[in-house]
């Protein structure tokens, strides 16, 4: 009885530490997958600004964000991706049903490409169900995701992505590094400066720093991560951060 409890309060300790991180597009998620879930935040708006340095072959690119979550159930952000051209990114999400573990929520990514050069518009609709799971006996948040885009030229406008999350060697990070992978069709942006899903598959893997309280309710993240490992056209490493505000 005793160990059951411990084991439950463990594995509640590592599934609370899984939220409220950000993708290279500053919402919150997984690599480039944005999860069902919003940053936690108790007594107003949780304000978060994220930055992602990205390298590629062809040079480096900047993703500057920036996140408001309202009420643990709707989130807005906006983020800049700055390489030869400069893409605009303005996203939404609401979370519209929470029932134990499971999050089920609907989002739009509006895009705004090569604002000096193609000057293209874009957009996804999904729908996301994060849920927590395990791995190896390991705790996990699991993220499915359908979606479609609305943009011209794409080879198909279906998407559908599958995430998760888990511990990296728990016993030496002592939970406090977890282990990221997502792939699917579908990247953080219709033409994003890497992980380029235009030949409708990727695979991104990353080492998650969970946040850390570092000032009264003001947590800092950290995120390493390899973009696109089985093409060469779109494979990138990328650096990030986060400063979130959850009063």
Do not use: C
Request: aromatic share 10%; hydrophobic share 45%; charged share 15%.
């Amino acid at each position: 009885m005793k160990r059951s409890i411990v084991v439950s309060l463990v594995l509640l300790i590592f599934s609370a530490g899984l939220t409220a991180n950000t993708t290279l597009a500053g919402s919150s998620g997984y690599i480039v997958v944005p999860s069902a879930e919003v940053t936690p935040s108790t007594n107003a708006s949780a304000v978060t600004t994220s930055y992602s340095a990205t390298f590629t072959k062809d040079g480096a690119a900047h993703i500057p964000s920036l996140q408001i979550a309202f009420s643990d159930a709707m989130e807005t952000s906006f983020a800049v991706d700055i390489a030869e051209d400069t893409d605009l990114l303005l996203q939404a999400k609401w979370r519209f049903s929470k029932k134990g573990t499971t999050s089920l929520a609907v989002g739009l990514l509006g895009q705004w490409s090569g604002v000096s050069i193609t000057d293209e518009l874009a957009a996804q609709i999904y729908l996301a169900s994060t849920f927590d799971s395990s791995i190896m006996d390991f705790p996990s948040k699991t993220t499915l995701l359908l979606g479609y885009s609305l943009m011209k030229g794409m080879n198909t406008n279906i998407n559908f992505a599958l995430a998760f999350q888990t511990p990296l060697w728990q016993k030496t990070f002592k939970g406090k590094v977890d282990f990221l992978m997502d792939f699917g069709n579908v990247s953080y942006s219709a033409t994003p400066s890497a992980g380029d899903a235009d030949n409708r598959g990727l695979i991104n893997v990353g080492i998650r720093i969970l946040p850390i309280e570092f000032v009264k309710s003001t947590f800092i993240a950290m995120d390493i991560r390899a973009l696109d490992l089985f093409d060469h056209k779109g494979r990138a490493l990328s650096l990030g951060a986060s400063i979130s505000f959850r009063p």
